[in-house]
């Protein structure tokens, strides 16, 4: 993403956001649907994600929609708005990508299934891009106290 287009920089994160808040969301449905015997605490957890993603995707052309129709100037508090609300989506793509290393490491029917760990890995991945595009706007750097979940000792979620 380039960072040259000035007052229009809110709109552009949130065209990044609205499109990698839709690719996780489908992400929940590739994985559920490529890994067959996925266990169901995985499947319910993805359902879960897909649900939140969605919204999450919905309140991002929410916003769009209000800096288009703000014009030329987008006021403060909406800016701030803005910028907050893409601290959330990157803590929610971080999340995101703990489960899916969870599921990757976890799941005795993806260690099965080698085509399921490339996807996975493929997935990780375009969130990990996402998450540095977030952080770059929001601190002007990559920063190591917002870097992926690496820790996967404690589950995202109970797996009873």
Known sequence: MQFYYGPHMPLRILDEIEFWKHQEEEHTVVIRELVSGLEAP??????KWEG????????AVRYIESIVRAGHYVPEQLHQQVLHFVSYCLEQSLQFIGLCRQIKTRSKAVSQNPTAKVVLDHIIRESEY???IAQLLLYGTYSTSAAPRTDLSAPLYDEK
Not at 42 to 47: D, G, M
Not at 52 to 59: D, G
């Open 130 to 132: 996402f998450v540095g």
């Open 42 to 47: 995985y499947v319910e957890a993805l359902k």
């Open 52 to 59: 939140a993603l969605s919204a999450t995707h919905q309140h």
